[in-house]
């Protein structure tokens, strides 16, 4: 791009950025294609050390990052691995992950710091978005260059929406319609990496435990080799953007990728079924070598790269931007860290259909379990294409959160009091969060007497105070689990008898009550109301990524990524809970729901789809029973 495009694309995005003032000691310029684009931010000072510059300007950062998504940092002092630890913490919700399920060869070097791919430099690494052949995978990645190659070796990246949009129409029809993409992987000694390294151990029934887990299905063979096979998405929607975008490995896995040679000594030497890795459509269909074209021709025409220079450092979005890797000459390093662990769970409209026991190329038809997939993905679609009512805009998360609270009255968990606290963080602050005001009964609150206040307890809108052991107990669990968006504390009537029982565990006696199985803790430390944060930190340390905590003697809390689903953990555990009162009361030996059904059936109902449906409809009744809530509903969308 010319200079002149360069500054009024500056100018431009300083007009976005209302709430950050552009730092003086660092200038901005884009570099990139018509399809992708990097931000380049570059020091004007020598010798700044990136990680205290951003520690100075987090805010100007995280809303540059949440606006580019693709932010390649130039002319800051060198990092090392211990730097790059230190810029993924700042920059993330919590530290760097740890590389699980590895699809290639790297070495750890700390602080889930890593090389990049160690294939030989001569060999080219195909686009991809990191783990997109599996059920999990990193937001976010960065990319350090320790030393740039003599010639080559540059990391080029694509727009994911992008390349959906150049793929032809026919073949992500046949790629979706068919329910994803499944990868099939043989682990030898011989070839590619073994599964010893894939899973971090050598015991056969730690593998076994953990294919259960992530839905793989596996199988042993002869000379202790082992043959995995699953099924993941073709495309998801980007939540951040809102747009669909292709996000698998299909292309890479796919044998077409090999050499040819090598791909016809691995077939006669092995045969098909036996190659190190390769991928088919979910249903075992063989993907053509048309169709792999037409996906590398448009990551071909979308793709931009540009040249390392010594300390530069690329951090970007896994979603938005795929990467892959140029041969190069010379000596080349780069780190590589990833961080914030997202998942196909929390993409329900994207979760493949398909599903087998022992998928393989060679299962085809229709088998049960197919069709009762196919039931629950056709309900799926029912309520994902039908417009919602609720969007995720500030001013309709402020209504949620006031219905939620005459939700609660209705259901009469609140006690008819003032006691109960519901918390909801404002989206894009790191520290802000809506509270309902003290003093105001639940059937009272409205977005527009909502309080926001921020890890201080300092009230920064609002007219009313704050109650303190509300604010003491949301804000330490807010700063001790950044992925926790909303908290429900209340003191119910079942769930404050429940609590004082000498055992409070909740038995699995029913589904419902199954949704807590291995899914919450009984915090026994109790001494009179939550009014000091000494108190608070050993709850929120208490909670252990749970989302429900027993308070004895006190009442029960809930937690979620979305507020519906920290509501409707409150909703259901008082159900769970007065069963399980009621069930003592009897005095008698209780048929207990086994561990392994307990834990499918929390799987099944304990969802982000179930738990919006049913908030959806407990909505429709708190606006019949409390008509005047209606009048704030949104008439616009304020983002």
Same mark, same amino acid.
């Given at each position: 791009?010319? *200079?002149?495009?360069?500054?009024?694309?500056?100018?431009?995005?300083?007009?976005?950025?209302?709430?950050?003032?552009?730092?003086?000691?660092?200038?901005?310029?884009?570099?990139?294609?018509?399809?992708?684009?990097?931000?380049?931010?570059?020091?004007?000072?020598?010798?700044?050390?990136?990680?205290?510059?951003?520690?100075?300007?987090? +805010? @100007?950062?995280?809303?540059?990052?949440?606006?580019?998504?693709?932010?390649?940092?130039?002319?800051?002092?060198?990092?090392?691995?211990?730097?790059?630890?230190?810029?993924?913490?700042?920059?993330?919700?919590?530290?760097?992950?740890?590389?699980?399920?590895?699809? &290639?060869?790297?070495?750890?070097?700390?602080?889930?710091?890593?090389?990049?791919?160690?294939?030989?430099?001569?060999?080219?690494?195909?686009?991809?978005?990191?783990?997109?052949?599996? +059920?999990?995978?990193?937001?976010?990645?960065?990319? =350090?260059?320790?030393?740039? %190659?003599?010639?080559?070796?540059?990391?080029?990246?694509?727009? $994911?929406?992008?390349?959906?949009?150049?793929?032809?129409?026919?073949?992500?029809? #046949?790629?979706?319609?068919?329910?994803?993409?499944?990868?099939?992987?043989?682990?030898?000694?011989?070839?590619?990496?073994?599964?010893?390294?894939?899973?971090?151990?050598?015991?056969?029934?730690?593998?076994?435990?953990?294919?259960?887990?992530?839905?793989?299905?596996?199988?042993?063979?002869?000379?202790?080799?082992?043959?995995?096979?699953? /099924?993941?998405?073709?495309?998801?929607?980007?939540?951040?953007? +809102?747009?669909?975008?292709?996000?698998?490995?299909?292309?890479?896995?796919?044998?077409?990728?090999?050499?040819?040679?090598?791909?016809?000594?691995?077939?006669?030497?092995?045969?098909?079924?036996?190659?190190?890795?390769? %991928?088919?459509?979910?249903?075992? &269909?063989?993907?053509?070598?048309?169709?792999?074209?037409?996906?590398?021709?448009?990551?071909?025409?979308?793709?931009?790269? @540009?040249?390392?220079?010594?300390?530069?450092?690329?951090?970007?979005?896994?979603?938005? =931007?795929?990467?892959?890797?140029?041969?190069?000459?010379?000596?080349?390093?780069?780190?590589?860290?990833?961080?914030?662990?997202?998942?196909?769970?929390?993409?329900?409209?994207?979760?493949?259909?398909?599903?087998?026991?022992?998928?393989?190329?060679?299962?085809?038809?229709?088998?049960?379990?197919?069709?009762?997939?196919?039931?629950?993905?056709?309900?799926?679609?029912?309520?994902?294409?039908?417009?919602?009512?609720?969007?995720?805009?500030?001013?309709?998360?402020? =209504?949620?959160?006031?219905?939620?609270? #005459?939700?609660?009255?209705?259901?009469?968990?609140?006690?008819?009091?003032? $006691?109960?606290?519901?918390?909801?963080?404002?989206?894009? $602050?790191?520290?802000?969060?809506?509270?309902?005001?003290?003093?105001?009964?639940?059937?009272?609150?409205?977005?527009?007497?909502?309080?926001?206040?921020?890890?201080?307890?300092?009230?920064?809108?609002?007219?009313?105070?704050? *109650?303190?052991?509300?604010?003491?107990?949301?804000?330490? /669990?807010?700063?001790?689990?950044?992925?926790?968006?909303? /908290?429900?504390?209340?003191?119910?009537?079942?769930? &404050?008898?429940?609590?004082?029982? %000498?055992?409070?565990? /909740?038995? !699995?006696?029913?589904?419902?009550?199954?949704?807590?199985?291995?899914?919450?803790?009984?915090?026994?430390? @109790?001494? +009179?109301?939550?009014? *000091?944060?000494?108190?608070?930190?050993?709850?929120?340390?208490?909670?252990?990524?749970?989302?429900?905590?027993?308070?004895?003697?006190?009442?029960?809390?809930?937690?979620?990524?979305?507020?519906?689903?920290?509501?409707?953990?409150?909703?259901?555990?008082?159900?769970?809970? #007065?069963?399980?009162?009621?069930?003592?009361?009897?005095?008698?030996?209780?048929?207990?729901?086994?561990?392994?059904?307990?834990?499918?059936?929390?799987?099944?109902?304990?969802? !982000?789809?179930?738990?919006?449906?049913?908030?959806?409809?407990?909505?429709?009744?708190?606006?019949?029973?409390?008509?005047?809530?209606?009048?704030?509903? !949104?008439?616009?969308?304020?983002?």
């Amino acid at each position: 791009m010319e *200079n002149t495009t360069e500054n009024l694309i500056r100018s431009g995005l300083q007009e976005t950025l209302t709430d950050v003032a552009l730092p003086a000691n660092v200038e901005l310029t884009f570099i990139g294609n018509a399809y992708t684009r990097v931000c380049v931010v570059t020091a004007l000072e020598k010798g700044s050390l990136l990680p205290e510059w951003i520690l100075q300007h987090a +805010g @100007f950062v995280t809303a540059l990052y949440e606006r580019q998504r693709a932010l390649l940092f130039r002319g800051f002092y060198g990092l090392g691995k211990e730097g790059l630890a230190q810029v993924v913490k700042l920059t993330s919700d919590g530290g760097a992950l740890t590389y699980a399920e590895p699809s &290639t060869p790297r070495t750890r070097l700390g602080d889930a710091v890593y090389t990049s791919t160690e294939y030989p430099k001569d060999q080219h690494i195909p686009q991809h978005n990191e783990h997109s052949y599996s +059920g999990f995978w990193p937001k976010k990645l960065f990319f =350090y260059c320790e030393s740039a %190659a003599s010639t080559g070796g540059q990391t080029p990246i694509c727009n $994911s929406e992008a390349v959906l949009k150049q793929i032809p129409a026919a073949v992500v029809d #046949r790629f979706e319609s068919k329910g994803g993409v499944m990868y099939v992987r043989n682990f030898s000694d011989e070839m590619d990496i073994s599964w010893k390294d894939f899973f971090g151990t050598t015991d056969k029934r730690e593998v076994e435990a953990y294919c259960k887990e992530k839905k793989m299905s596996y199988k042993w063979l002869d000379n202790n080799q082992l043959r995995l096979s699953q /099924i993941a998405q073709a495309t998801i929607v980007d939540r951040r953007s +809102g747009a669909k975008i292709w996000f698998n490995q299909a292309h890479l896995f796919h044998s077409s990728n090999l050499n040819t040679e090598v791909m016809r000594y691995l077939v006669d030497a092995y045969g098909e079924n036996h190659l190190p890795r390769n %991928a088919y459509l979910a249903d075992g &269909t063989p993907i053509s070598t048309g169709d792999m074209e037409a996906i590398r021709n448009a990551y071909d025409q979308v793709m931009f790269r @540009f040249d390392w220079e010594d300390g530069d450092l690329l951090m970007m979005d896994n979603l938005a =931007y795929t990467h892959g890797r140029d041969p190069y000459t010379g000596s080349r390093s780069l780190l590589v860290a990833m961080s914030e662990e997202d998942g196909i769970d929390n993409y329900p409209e994207s979760i493949p259909h398909m599903h087998f026991d022992n998928p393989t190329p060679e299962n085809s038809g229709v088998h049960e379990e197919d069709i009762v997939a196919n039931s629950r993905q056709t309900t799926s679609k029912h309520f994902f294409l039908k417009e919602s009512r609720f969007d995720n805009s500030k001013v309709m998360l402020k =209504y949620k959160l006031a219905l939620s609270c #005459r939700l609660l009255r209705m259901l009469e968990l609140d006690e008819g009091s003032i $006691s109960g606290h519901i918390s909801l963080k404002v989206p894009g $602050s790191q520290n802000l969060f809506w509270v309902n005001p003290f003093g105001v009964l639940f059937d009272e609150v409205t977005p527009d007497n909502l309080v926001m206040v921020d890890e201080n307890g300092v009230v920064v809108e609002g007219d009313h105070p704050v *109650n303190v052991a509300g604010f003491c107990i949301h804000s330490s /669990i807010h700063q001790a689990n950044k992925d926790v968006s909303c /908290i429900v504390h209340t003191h119910s009537p079942w769930g &404050t008898l429940f609590s004082a029982f %000498a055992d409070c565990s /909740i038995l !699995p006696i029913d589904q419902n009550s199954c949704m807590f199985y291995d899914n919450h803790v009984v915090y026994r430390d @109790f001494d +009179g109301p939550v009014n *000091n944060l000494g108190s608070a930190h050993k709850l929120a340390d208490a909670l252990q990524g749970k989302n429900v905590a027993i308070l004895a003697n006190h009442g029960a809390l809930t937690c979620g990524d979305e507020l519906e689903t920290a509501v409707m953990y409150m909703v259901c555990l008082e159900r769970a809970l #007065r069963l399980n009162v009621k069930a003592r009361e009897l005095n008698t030996e209780l048929r207990l729901v086994d561990a392994a059904t307990a834990l499918a059936s929390r799987e099944w109902i304990a969802n !982000p789809l179930g738990f919006k449906i049913e908030f959806d409809a407990l909505a429709r009744r708190v606006e019949r029973q409390y008509p005047d809530i209606t009048d704030y509903y !949104p008439q616009s969308i304020d983002i």
